[in-house]
């Protein structure tokens, strides 16, 4: 079975003996990782710059009273 190397696209053999797959070698897996982490690494930094006020749900005012 062979399948496409996700960061260059050459045919790499799936084999136990391969262990980068799906990957053709270690420089492959490394850059795909490596821009993974970073998106993660820009995520949590926008996160934590965020307001709080989104989504906030207004109590009361419902007419919920017997009468
Ligand atoms: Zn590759």
Redesign the pocket.
């Given at each position: 079975m062979k399948v496409k190397?996700?960061?260059?696209?050459?045919q790499?053999a799936w084999t136990e003996s391969n262990a980068f797959r799906p990957?053709?070698?270690e420089?492959?897996r490394t850059i795909d990782l490596g821009a993974w982490a970073s998106e993660r690494h820009r995520i949590a930094g926008e996160a934590l710059d965020a307001p709080s006020d989104a989504g906030t749900p207004t109590s009361g005012e419902a007419g919920d009273r017997k009468g």
């Amino acid at each position: 079975m062979k399948v496409k190397c996700p960061t260059c696209g050459s045919q790499v053999a799936w084999t136990e003996s391969n262990a980068f797959r799906p990957f053709c070698s270690e420089r492959c897996r490394t850059i795909d990782l490596g821009a993974w982490a970073s998106e993660r690494h820009r995520i949590a930094g926008e996160a934590l710059d965020a307001p709080s006020d989104a989504g906030t749900p207004t109590s009361g005012e419902a007419g919920d009273r017997k009468g």
